[in-house]
């Protein structure tokens, strides 16, 4: 395992690659101002729940012991939605940290939102999110000022838009921001030629106006999300003095904290063969580096 904490001045890049990103940058941000976000906006509980055996976590608020106000984390599911068995660990470290902890559910009783054109679009994703923020902040609990995101491949890549200032003012101008934000498992960019069907395709999920602190956890051996991409995105903010942080973790798949997934194996739609390997030490790892992050930062 090894840690990337970059800081300013760091890395310099050249006038081709800076255009380079800037131009994949307009690109998606063109896209998201041309999407439509299809679906209604998800409905949250005024109330928590508690955190039980069977609990249904989709779109439940759950709260530390105490009065508050608390800090709170919305967690943000892979393309496949919430698995109980994946997803109630970070629930229970959320509250054992003292956070109020969201769980959100974007599919909308769609089972697989990975292979494009995805059910849920990606810009619905992402104000889903934005929508969660408004309402935690409404709550008498939660403290405002202090409420993060925590997301798992493509709510990695949500949660990395929601650092970007223009990126949140075309999805949902006006609204509030999210103090921090972590990211695992996740892409930072499509880059032309990912998407044989549409080679000339591009998107950045790491844009370069990214201004909240972010940090992303990848994978060595992880070819879904290739962490390759990530090593020019975070150093280019970093050049210019935003507070991110990446970590690679040597010898990890996608999804290394997906027990139910253990050993499963898939084609994804970039047509490549991808297997996952459930590993516990990273698993607790990144879940103790994810909390302290927003704790630093938050």
């Keep these: 395992m090894k840690t990337v904490i970059l800081a300013l001045g760091l890395i310099f890049f050249s006038d081709f690659a800076a255009a380079d990103e800037a131009g994949r940058d307009a690109f998606t941000l063109e896209i998201l101002k041309k999407s439509s976000l299809v679906q209604s906006d998800l409905r949250f509980p005024k109330e928590t729940s508690e955190l039980g055996i069977f609990s249904n976590l989709n779109n439940a608020i759950f709260k530390p012991t105490g009065d508050g106000p608390f800090p709170a984390v919305v967690l943000s599911h892979t393309c496949g939605g919430i698995k109980m068995a994946d997803v109630k660990p970070w629930v229970e470290e959320g509250l054992k940290q003292g956070y109020v902890v969201l769980v959100i ?26 929508d969660a923020l408004e309402h935690l902040s409404g709550m008498s609990l939660v403290d405002s000022q202090r409420i993060g995101a925590i997301g798992y491949s493509q709510g990695s890549m949500v949660n990395a838009s929601l650092s970007s200032k223009s990126a949140v003012e075309t999805i949902k101008p006006g609204s509030r921001r999210f103090a921090a934000a ?65 970590h690679l973790y040597e010898h990890t798949t996608h999804c290394w904290d997906c027990k139910s997934l253990n050993g499963f194996s898939k084609t994804d739609f970039k047509g490549d063969h991808i297997v996952y390997r459930f590993d516990k030490e990273v698993t607790d790892d990144s879940m103790r580096r994810a909390f302290q992050f927003l704790k630093d930062h938050m």
Excluded: H, I
Excluded at 106 to 127: E, Q
Excluded at 189 to 210: C, I, L
Excluded at 229 to 246: F, M, N, R, S, Y
């Design 105 to 130: 559910d974007s599919m909308r009783g769609n089972k697989n939102n990975c292979f494009p054109p995805t059910p849920v679009p990606f810009v619905r994703r992402v104000k889903d999110m934005l």
């Design 182 to 246: 972590v990211g695992l498992y996740g892409a930072c960019n499509w880059p032309k030629g990912t998407n044989k069907a549409q080679p000339e395709f591009s998107f950045s999920y790491v844009m370069q106006d990214t201004d909240k602190p972010l940090l992303y956890m990848s994978g060595a051996d992880d070819n879904e999300t290739p962490a390759s991409a990530c090593e020019t995105e975070l150093p280019a903010l970093a050049a210019k003095g935003v507070p991110v942080q990446w």
